[in-house]
């Protein structure tokens, strides 16, 4: 079965830094575009990041210069690392494997990770 | 910076049909932007409905369907039904890596 299963949420004062990961089953993160989306409470989807197969990374203007995506091949996990947290990125962060350069479907999801940001 | 416009409601009677769009503060909306659309129910992850402009993700019903009218986006429910109600969003790739959302449709059958 296809699967992603983010960890690594929580309680973070401003300025502080938090990782994510999404622990995939079913499939080779290593193969396939993965992405970060996250959402804030009450508000919509806003796309983060995304890993290529290749290993280019893009960011949202909103994170760049502070959030830094990768991956670990031999576990199959992708992470987030999050510095500078600012209340702002305080949200839902789901992981999506991204269907690739003709077809950019984030399918799946995974549960999401709430991340807070508050002193 | 471009933004993805969707509309902020809609409303639809049991067993009618609405369509929502996806457009662009500037410029059209094409099968190159590789439109998808994802319905979310609250404190769900999203679901993936319709990618590259329409085509249907597995297990999505028929009365779902995407296309391009006129310059942006769409997805049509045709025969809506009760468990349909939900927030649906679009998303757009950009170019250069970058993608991005509309700010979603909050979708009330009644």
């Known amino acids: 079965e296809v699967q992603l299963v983010e960890s690594g949420g929580g309680l973070v004062q401003p300025g502080g830094s938090l990782r994510l990961s999404c622990a995939a089953s079913g499939f080779a993160v290593s193969s396939n575009y993965m992405s970060w989306v996250r959402q804030a409470p009450g508000k919509g989807l806003e796309w983060v990041s995304v890993?290529?197969?290749?290993?280019?990374?893009y960011y949202a203007d909103s994170v760049k210069g502070r959030f830094t995506i990768s991956r670990d091949n031999s576990k199959n996990t992708l992470y987030l690392h999050m510095n500078a947290l600012r209340a702002d990125d305080t949200a839902v962060y789901y992981c999506a494997r991204d269907g690739g350069a003709y077809n950019r479907a984030l399918d799946p999801w995974g549960q999401g990770t709430l991340v807070t940001v508050s002193s | 910076q471009t933004v993805v416009t969707q509309e902020p409601s809609f409303s639809v009677s049991p067993g009618g049909t609405v369509t929502l769009t996806c457009g662009l503060s500037?410029?059209?909306?094409?099968?190159?932007?590789?439109p998808s659309w994802y319905q979310q129910t609250p404190g769900q992850a999203p679901r993936t409905l319709i990618y590259t402009t329409n085509t249907r993700s597995s297990g999505v019903p028929d009365r779902f369907s995407g296309s391009i009218l006129g310059n942006k986006a769409a997805l049509t429910i045709t025969g809506a039904q009760a468990d349909d109600e939900s927030d649906y969003y679009c998303?757009?790739?950009?170019?250069?890596?970058?993608?991005?959302f509309g700010g979603g449709t909050k979708v009330t059958v009644l």
């Open positions: 890993i290529y197969n290749g290993g280019s990374t």
């Open positions: 998303v757009l790739y950009m170019g250069s890596g970058i993608s991005v």
């Open positions: 500037s410029g059209s909306v094409s099968s190159s932007y590789y």
